[in-house]
């Protein structure tokens, strides 16, 4: 079984930064990218940004410029700095990480719980 934890999360006043991390555990044979989504009350989970093992980059438009995703590919973590957030930054950030375990056969997306953001106008 293959757990990430996120961290970081909190309130901050617009044009302000937040750091958020995970970090997956578990019986991990290999990850082929991670990621971070977020999601509003009635609305769908949106990618905000990912990093392939290859080291490939993906980034929501809205994002570019003010957002950077990293690795550490040793300690299984994906990071997230955030600056120059706005107001409608505000969502619940999971993270997500697509996982081949020690058992398994092939690679499955698993997903955190999520950390709260909140940007004060």
């Known amino acids: 079984q293959v757990e990430l934890v996120e961290s970081g999360g909190g309130l901050v006043e617009a044009g302000g930064s937040l750091r958020l991390s995970c970090v997956a555990s578990g019986s991990i044979f290999s990850i082929a990218s991670m990621a971070w989504y977020r999601q509003t009350p009635g609305t769908k989970r949106q990618l905000v940004a990912q990093?392939?093992?290859?080291?490939?980059?993906n980034y929501a438009d809205s994002v570019k410029g003010r957002f950077t995703i990293s690795r550490d590919t040793d300690k299984n973590t994906v990071s997230l700095q955030m600056n120059s957030l706005r107001p409608d930054d505000t969502a619940v950030y999971y993270c997500?990480?697509?996982?081949?375990?020690?058992?398994?056969?092939?690679?499955?997306?698993?997903w955190g719980r999520g950390t709260q953001v909140t940007v004060s106008s």
């Open positions: 997500n990480a697509d996982v081949m375990g020690h058992s398994d056969t092939g690679f499955k997306y698993y």
């Open positions: 990093i392939h093992s290859h080291g490939g980059l």
